[in-house]
């Protein structure tokens, strides 16, 4: 059950009653760990201007916000990506969990986008690192060893 609301505490003592100021009732969800994360790119060798995307995600409580920040090659000369969040409760260790999920699309991989893809999953109870390597391979042409 949800509980919120203004609370009142009252005493009487011999027929003499006193009610205190009223206090305000905020109950917050707040997580009882960090989350648990892991990531996956939709491949770990690509070639030159194929797309391709990194996954990072994380199961946590339900109710409980992730946050999730990226490192990855390209991103101190601007190269744009792009990030999709999803949220979603699932059943899983016989609880409902939710899991929470950031989709980094990276358009036509150029010789930059080699590297290191690091992602954090944050919650109010701390942070969880976790990373992978992305080769971006020269383009081959047919007949070519």
């Known amino acids: 059950p949800l509980f919120a609301g203004t609370v009142y505490?009252?005493?009487s003592y011999q027929g003499l009653r006193q009610s205190s100021t009223k206090y305000l009732l905020i109950f917050t969800n707040y997580p009882s760990a960090p989350p648990s994360a892991t990531i996956t790119a939709s491949s770990s060798s690509v070639s030159?201007?194929?797309n391709f995307n990194v996954t990072c995600t994380a199961l946590g409580e339900i109710d409980i916000e992730v946050d999730f920040t990226w490192e990855f090659p390209g991103q101190q000369l601007?190269?744009?990506?792009y990030?999709?969040?999803?949220?979603?409760p699932i059943y899983a260790d016989?609880?409902?969990?939710q899991l929470s999920r950031s989709v980094l699309l990276v358009d036509e991989a150029r010789?930059?986008?080699d590297g290191l893809y690091k992602c954090v999953a944050q919650n109010l109870q701390?942070?969880?690192t976790v990373s992978t390597h992305v080769n971006v391979l020269p383009r081959t042409t047919p007949g070519q060893k």
């Open 9 to 11: 505490c009252v005493a």
């Open 83 to 88: 990030t999709r969040e999803i949220q979603e």
């Open 94 to 97: 016989s609880q409902m969990r």
């Open 126 to 128: 701390g942070k969880t």
């Open 78 to 81: 601007g190269r744009p990506t």
């Open 48 to 50: 030159l201007g194929v």
């Open 111 to 113: 010789p930059v986008d």
